[in-house]
């Protein structure tokens, strides 16, 4: 089995006004969830996980830190600010134009943090895109860590958390976006994560079947990361979430542990 590793992150605030520039204290927060959340050490597990599926719940064994050494070798905050223009698109640009260009994403995980269009929290890379000058994450400084500019229901650091998923190779529960149940897309190639038609949203009560492809005792995984409901209402990866995860790291992501 794999070990603990720890993954070097670089955060880039490409911020528009002084509301944008979030302080290195809100940041610190984002990173203890990370630290929580991937070692199934988050403190609402128990309550927010049922008893039915804390056997299928994983120890991800991924742990991160604030870069303290720059791409040259100097010592850093792991922590990146850049002025932006009022007409910059984050969700298009945050890797170009910014000038907060990517350190290399071989190395280092790149979370760049921003003003997102309307409506959307955050957006990542798989792994093949890795190496990429974009690899990385973009999330909405209204979405990233637990104090400052974050409010219910966006309010505990779970956006990162579910993105990182995505970084590591993990799917949405249901699958590709609008691959209902019974179509080839409708799979996260997790057995243990019951498949739903589509994303569950705000608070469901377990268990739950409005949406799974085959109706069960336990319903669906709604509590997972890789699902869409709120902050406070996700709590877990699964074993076979780990399987990829761990793949992840031995295969196209290796290059992180140098
Ligand atoms: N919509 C985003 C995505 O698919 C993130 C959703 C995160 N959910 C949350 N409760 N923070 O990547
Ligand atoms: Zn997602
Ligand atoms: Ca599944």
Redesign the pocket.
């Known amino acids: 089995p794999q070990t603990v590793v720890t993954i070097p992150v670089v955060v880039h605030v490409l911020y528009k006004n002084a509301t944008q520039n979030i302080s290195d204290a809100q940041i610190a927060s984002q990173i203890a969830v990370l630290n929580n959340d991937f070692r199934k050490m988050n403190s609402d597990f128990n309550t927010v996980v049922p008893n039915a599926f804390k056997p299928m719940a994983a120890d991800l064994e991924l742990a991160f830190c604030m870069a303290t050494k720059d791409p040259n070798g100097n010592p850093t905050t792991g922590i990146e600010r850049k002025s932006v223009p009022s007409n910059f698109d984050f969700e298009g640009d945050y890797y170009i134009a910014s000038g907060a260009l990517a350190w290399d994403p071989t190395k280092y995980l790149n979370i760049w943090i921003g003003q997102m269009p309307p409506g959307?929290?955050?957006?990542?890379y798989l792994p093949d895109a890795a190496g990429l000058e974009l690899d990385g994450l973009a999330i909405g400084y209204q979405?990233f860590g637990t104090i400052g500019t974050v409010s219910a229901?966006?309010n505990k650091g779970?956006?990162a958390t579910?993105?990182i998923g995505?970084y590591f190779g993990l799917e949405?529960i249901w699958g590709l976006d609008g691959s209902a149940c019974g179509t080839s897309d409708n799979d996260d190639f997790c057995a243990d994560t019951p498949a739903t038609d589509s994303p569950y949203y705000d608070s469901p009560t377990f268990p739950d079947n409005q949406l799974t492809c085959t109706p069960s005792a336990n319903g669906a995984m709604f509590m997972n990361f890789m699902d869409?409901?709120?902050?406070a209402a996700?709590a877990m990866f699964s074993n076979n979430q780990k399987t990829i995860t761990s793949n992840t790291m031995a295969g196209p992501r290796a290059s992180l542990l140098n």
Request: proline share 5%; charged share 20%; aromatic share 16%.
């Open positions: 959307i929290l955050g957006q990542a979405y229901p966006f779970r956006t579910h993105e995505h949405h869409y409901v709120d902050d996700m």
